[in-house]
């Protein structure tokens, strides 16, 4: 699927996804990774080094500690809403529930989902969860796509359900689109069909943590713009048409999460911390002009030349920050005038996330020393 047959997709099934899903598509959820903890250990997980298997916490790219970087981010992204992953959050109870409870006060009608395994799941760790206000979970049956299909780990899996709908309003499985498991998966979507609202298929994608792992069982990327892997889309697609039960399946492409939750993330995110000489671009990137000086003085002339005009601008360190486009007319002009360039200036793309990680530097001068060989004699 394109984006263009995405969009189509979400617009006419929008109403059947799970609410977790309808504010994610929008870029309304945060995104809180409460820990890299999990006891899986699955061969496909896509989790970063940085990540995986250590006890941290992120919102969404922000590396935090506390519940108010929490409520910070969710409120620099304009959220509407949580999404609890790891790791598995359920290893860590007591701090998922504290940050899940947080946010729900902080905020009104916020929509709160995690992500855990059946081995989690307790009737103990359900109340507190209940209690805090989550209002929908996603099981993972890790040992079917690990192990292979099992009937009897299938009725653990249903007992966990029934045990979730006890507490929890929404319940959900969510699994990774495994290519050649058409049949597995439609006899796993059979025995939960009545059990659980809603079935999530993510497109199976390659990251540098689980390539070998991946390559190791002959699997290989789609084309050579994307990770996701050959023959998830097709497996999933496959599922989706020969299912003929009551419970809706949504597959999530990874084009899906790239091309337009991340999109909307970061354009939602970009609105509340751009700065006024900052340009948003349709990506939700940030354009922004650099000047920098060796010399004080060159930096004092060409930012008094900016408040003459009115130009809004930033100064740090031995930088000027500025609209990108303005510094565009600036340098054309005083090539025009024949004016000294005492500087080396570029236009740089970055994330608006914490780290503003810059993605493109495009430079506009770059000073050279000017150096004449003498010739021997």
Do not use: W
């Not at 790219?61 to 790791?87: H, P, W, Y």
């Not at 899996?157 to 049949?183: H, R």
């Amino acid at each position: 699927m394109n984006v263009e047959e995405i969009k189509k997709y979400i617009e006419k099934n929008y109403n059947k996804l799970p609410e977790g899903c309808k504010q994610c598509v929008k870029g309304e959820k945060l995104v809180l990774f409460i820990t890299g903890i999990c006891n899986s250990n699955c061969y496909y997980c896509p989790l970063s080094e940085k990540r995986k298997n250590k006890d941290v916490i992120y919102a969404n790219e922000r590396l935090i500690t506390t519940v108010e970087e929490a409520i910070d981010e969710a409120k620099l992204c304009s959220s509407r809403g949580v999404g609890i992953t790891g790791g598995d959050p359920l290893l860590k109870i007591n701090r998922t529930v504290k940050f899940l409870k947080a946010l729900k006060d902080e905020f009104k009608e916020f929509h709160a989902h995690l992500y855990t395994t059946p081995e989690s799941v307790s009737e103990e760790k359900l109340k507190l969860l209940k209690e805090a206000g989550l209002d929908e979970i996603r099981l993972h049956p890790t040992k079917i796509f690990n192990e292979g299909y099992n009937e009897e780990y299938v009725k653990f899996l249903c007992d966990k359900l029934s045990l979730c709908n006890k507490y929890i309003e929404d319940v959900g499985v969510e699994i990774p689109a495994i290519p050649n498991m058409e049949n597995e998966i439609l006899k796993l979507a059979e025995s939960v069909d009545g059990l659980a609202k809603f079935m999530n298929i993510n497109e199976l994608e390659f990251s540098e943590e689980n390539y070998y792992e991946l390559e190791k069982r002959g699997f290989y990327p789609k084309d050579d713009v994307s990770n996701a892997i050959a023959g998830s889309e097709e497996t999933s697609l496959k599922v989706i048409n020969e299912f003929k039960g009551n419970m809706f399946i949504h597959y999530c492409p990874s084009v899906l999460k790239d091309a337009i939750q991340m999109k909307n993330r970061l354009i939602n995110r970009a609105k509340n911390v751009a700065k006024p000489y900052e340009v948003i671009t349709d990506e939700g990137l940030l354009l922004r002009g650099i000047m920098i000086f060796d010399n004080e003085e060159d930096l004092k002339e060409i930012a008094n030349i900016l408040e003459e005009n009115e130009i809004e601008f930033e100064i740090i360190d031995n930088k000027i920050y500025l609209n990108p486009f303005i510094l565009e007319d600036i340098i054309d002009e005083m090539k025009r005038q024949r004016f000294p360039i005492t500087f080396s200036a570029y236009i740089s793309e970055v994330y608006p996330t914490s780290d503003a990680l810059e993605v493109e530097r495009i430079p506009l001068i770059t000073k050279k020393l000017r150096f004449r060989r003498r010739r021997r004699r």
